[in-house]
């Protein structure tokens, strides 16, 4: 949790950079991106609440804990999951808030991401809790698949 503002900034960073180009067409293709962090003024994320529920693809990043309760954005299609969590509550939760609707037909994704860094027979704790995740979505009947990406 140390590393949320700081990995956050430079992940804005990044998203600010490869929206303003996009690589397949080579076009500009401008979206709102957002950073929310528990040091963010609450004025300041109300008016980013705000702002993306009139806005098409806008991005916002942020930790968990940011958007965990009391968040209501009707316009957010897309959600990733980057965090070892295994709590089904909280992963519910933070699920519920792409799965609200917003007067248009639109599809909810979310992408879990996680690390496979077992030795021999042992799972990490990340991975352990993938498969926590996992087991929800089995049990919630959600629609998933699997694609490895190997870096």
Request: aromatic fraction near 10%; charge should be positive.
């Amino acid at each position: 949790f140390n590393y949320v503002e700081k990995h956050g900034k430079v992940l804005k960073k990044m998203m600010d950079r490869k929206m303003a180009i996009n690589e397949v067409s080579g076009k500009s293709y401008p979206r709102e991106v957002f950073f929310i962090a528990g040091e963010t003024d609450v004025d300041e994320r109300e008016s980013i609440r705000a702002i993306t529920e009139d806005c098409k693809d806008a991005v916002i990043i942020a930790s968990s804990g940011v958007l965990s309760t009391g968040v209501n954005i009707k316009n957010l299609q897309s959600l990733i999951f980057a965090h070892p969590y295994k709590a089904k509550i909280r992963n519910l939760q933070s699920i519920g808030r792409v799965l609200r609707l917003d007067d248009k037909n639109n599809q909810a994704v979310l992408y879990d991401i996680v690390d496979d860094l077992h030795w021999k027979k042992r799972d990490n704790y990340g991975l352990k809790h993938w498969k926590e995740r996992v087991k929800i979505y089995t049990d919630e009947k959600f629609d998933y698949n699997f694609k490895q990406v190997t870096i």
